[in-house]
T-cell receptor, first 116, second 112 residues
Framework: EAQVTQNPRYLITVTGKKLTVTCSQN?????MSWYRQDPGLGLRQIYY???????DKGDVPEGYKVSRKEKRNFPLILESPSPNQTSLYFC????FGEGGATDTQYFGPGTRLTVL | SQKIEQNSEALNIQEGKTATLTCNYT??????LQWYRQDPGRGPVFLLL?????KEKRKERLKVTFDTTLKQSLFHITASQPADSATYLC???????????FGAGTRLAVHP
């Protein structure tokens, strides 16, 4: 089954404790992206990757890191989490379709992060 | 500043009626616009894409229009069903095909 998986689905942590949220897709997509979703603000892009070893900042990259060492994986790293990073996080992937990289994005199930 | 606006208030309609959701944007010239459905606690699911040179797109009971002069897209669900109840997000390409900007979404509730 074609899918984007994220782990963990739920995480409660404390300020300053490094964490990684994993994202994996089995569709051989070149493009992958991370979003956070907050009430009233919609989905905001954190980082995206056009392919292996190619990453770039989205609209809200502060406090986050990413890496793309393999095509299928795109982990999100919070080196020193803070309470304002409490949010619902989504990973997404896409082929480079006729409409470009973001032609149709396939989203993972989400990771709900709480930073105390 | 660049902005995407969707009705923040929930839209309540009766089963069988047509639901119409609005997406307005300013200071963008998107090459295309997309609509997604999101159910509580789940990731968005792609529904339709409409390009700047297309006025209208249909898929089963769904219809999307795109007016680049008004900077507006309308999303219609005809013969609505309770199963259509969800939050609907519009998203537009914001330069270079690498960035997709999302609206905050409109919650639709279809009552039997």
């Amino acid at each position: 089954e074609a899918q984007v998986t994220q782990n963990p689905r739920y995480l409660i942590t404390v300020t300053g404790k490094k964490l990684t949220v994993t994202c994996s897709q089995n569709m051989n997509h070149e493009y992958m992206s991370w979003y956070r979703q907050d009430p009233g603000l919609g989905l905001r892009q954190i980082y995206y990757s056009m392919n292996v070893e190619v990453t770039d900042k989205g609209d809200v990259p502060e406090g986050y890191k990413v890496s793309r060492k393999e095509k299928r994986n795109f982990p999100l790293i919070l080196e020193s989490p803070s309470p304002n990073q409490t949010s619902l996080y989504f990973c997404a992937s896409s082929l480079f379709g006729e409409g470009g990289a973001t032609d149709t994005q396939y989203f993972g199930p989400g990771t709900r992060l709480t930073v105390l | 500043s660049q902005k995407i606006e969707q009705n923040s208030e929930a839209l309540n309609i009766q089963e069988g009626k047509t639901a119409t959701l609005t997406c307005n944007y300013t200071n963008y010239s998107p090459a295309y616009l997309q609509w997604y459905r999101q159910d509580p606690g789940r990731g968005p699911v792609f529904l339709l894409l409409i390009r700047e040179n297309e006025k209208e797109k249909r898929k089963e009971r769904l219809k999307v229009t795109f007016d680049t002069t008004l900077k507006q897209s309308l999303f219609h669900i005809t013969a609505s069903q309770p199963a259509d109840s969800a939050t609907y997000l519009c998203a537009l390409e914001a330069g270079g095909y690498n960035k997709l900007i999302f609206g905050a979404g409109t919650r639709l509730a279809v009552h039997p």
